[in-house]
């Protein structure tokens, strides 16, 4: 059996003090999708932004965290994305002035000068085709890679425009932060073809939602609850239904 791609243990985060994570262990294989639900304030976006580096949060001395087989917490936040970490975020920051083209040709040139990993596209003029390509596939006009990044896009279409970026830049693993959120059912058949395709090509994918809905077009190999910084039940998809039956708070812990 393959060795986690991810994997943390005993992590403990802190913020202004104030403790947000507290002993989660965790663990990711290639090719896995593993689902990451929670009541609002249990941790799940906060785990997001320690694992892509966030300056702001303090990493407990004793805490562990690899990827790639390799320590993840002396690595930098730009480190990380260029070794293979991506994350769709819940709320995509607007950056006025960048043109969605300029944001990700460096993105790929980083990242694929980085793994010394040829290039698939040759000049700025295959680029420019593949992301129209993509812009399609995941439902925007390809007009869209003129504009400014997320300047004047709805919800749905800064959702779309990660997932956009996840088929470029073809990263190892993948954290998807309430994706299905202002999306509608067909938009929810599209994230599911999406993480199938990048899932056939090794990506590992936290998948973090509130609500079964995206789980049955999504096949999740497991689902962790977290609660109060840490997880509090593991199992299969069946989780989600009884969430959706019971709520959090009438959930028992499984662990």
């Known amino acids: 059996m393959n060795n986690p791609i991810l994997i943390t243990q005993k992590l403990r ?7 947000i994570i507290n002993g989660l262990d ?18 799940k976006s906060s785990f997001a932004l320690c694992l892509m ?3 702001r949060y303090e990493i407990d001395a004793n805490s562990k965290a690899e990827f790639l087989g390799k320590n993840m917490l002396a690595m930098d936040a730009s480190e990380r994305a260029k070794n293979g970490l991506f994350v769709a975020w819940q709320n995509p920051v607007t950056i006025p002035g960048v043109s969605l083209f300029n944001m990700c040709r460096a993105s790929y040139d980083a990242i694929f000068t980085f793994q010394k990993k040829n290039k698939e ?8 085709k ?7 596939l995941v439902g925007l006009s390809k007009s869209i890679i003129s504009r ?6 709805s919800g749905g279409e800064k959702k779309r425009l990660e997932l956009m970026q996840l088929l470029l830049l073809k990263p190892k693993v993948a954290i998807l932060d309430e994706i299905d959120s202002g999306l509608d059912v067909d938009g929810l058949k599209m994230v599911a073809k999406i993480i199938k395709q990048v899932q056939r090509e090794g990506a590992a994918i936290i998948l ?11 096949e999740v190999n ?16 069946e989780i989600s239904e009884e969430i959706e039956e019971k709520g959090y708070g009438k959930l028992s812990a499984g662990i």
């Open 13 to 19: 985060v802190s913020v202004a003090e104030k403790s």
């Open 26 to 43: 965790f663990e990711i294989y290639p090719g896995e999708v593993v689902a990451l639900m929670g009541p609002n304030g249990s941790g």
């Open 53 to 55: 580096g966030d300056s």
């Open 121 to 128: 596209y040759k000049s700025l003029v295959e680029l420019k």
């Open 130 to 136: 593949k992301l129209e390509t993509l812009s399609e």
């Open 148 to 153: 400014n990044v997320n300047e004047g896009f």
């Open 208 to 218: 973090i939602t509130h609500y079964k809905k995206l789980l049955e077009y999504v």
């Open 222 to 237: 497991t689902v962790c609850v977290m609660k109060e910084g840490k997880i509090d039940r593991v199992g299969g998809v």
